[in-house]
């Protein structure tokens, strides 16, 4: 018997509001494996988040994130395509950002623990990241019409630190992990055909 074909692992990534659960969605309808933002879903048992994250939140989210990876694990070695909205870079990058704002003192702790699983290959690299690029006031504005204060990052200074941090994960850390950028004003369907394109593309350099 032919050895089953490994899952595709990818992230979807962006400032909050910029279409990742729909476009996470869409993907999911094509039969990929969906897994929703682990800091909305604490979000949604009450933890605080967003604007109102702290330190105990913001080690809370890693240390899930960190559990959600045999999950992603067992999905993509039974050749399950997985979609995950938000991944170690994120997590790493709101810490930092409410570090800054002297919001959390969370980030260091986390950022060493990152370090020394990256070292010791125990993080499951993504096969690709997918960025969906949206202006900070659109991102704001878009998260004021969901009216889930509980849920929103409206601070100015976090949303751009956040963003830069990404950036520097993503350079320094992570550089051999390609991340397609996309402009998250485009239709949601126009941005899942651009991914599974992309998908396939990376598919063919790694044989």
Known sequence: ?????????????GLPGSGKTTVG????QSGW???PE???ILGGKGIPIGDRGDTSSD??????????????????SEG?????DGYFPTDLSFAHARYKQNQSTCYPTCLNLYLNALTAGTILMPDLYVY???PIKDSMERQKNRKKDDFTTLNVNILRDVRRHLSFVHQVFESEVPVLKVNAQRDSKEIAK??????????????
């Open 1 to 13: 018997m032919a050895d089953r074909e490994r899952g595709f692992f990818l992230v979807l990534e």
């Open 25 to 28: 969605r869409l993907l999911e």
């Open 33 to 35: 494996v969906f897994l």
């Open 38 to 40: 682990v800091a909305t």
């Open 59 to 76: 080690f809370l989210i890693f240390s899930e994130e960190i559990q959600r990876v045999r999950e992603i694990k067992r999905h993509i």
């Open 80 to 84: 399950r395509n997985v979609a995950a």
């Open 132 to 134: 969906l690029d949206i």
């Open 194 to 207: 651009a991914i599974l394109n992309a998908m396939e593309r990376r598919k063919k350099v790694s044989r």
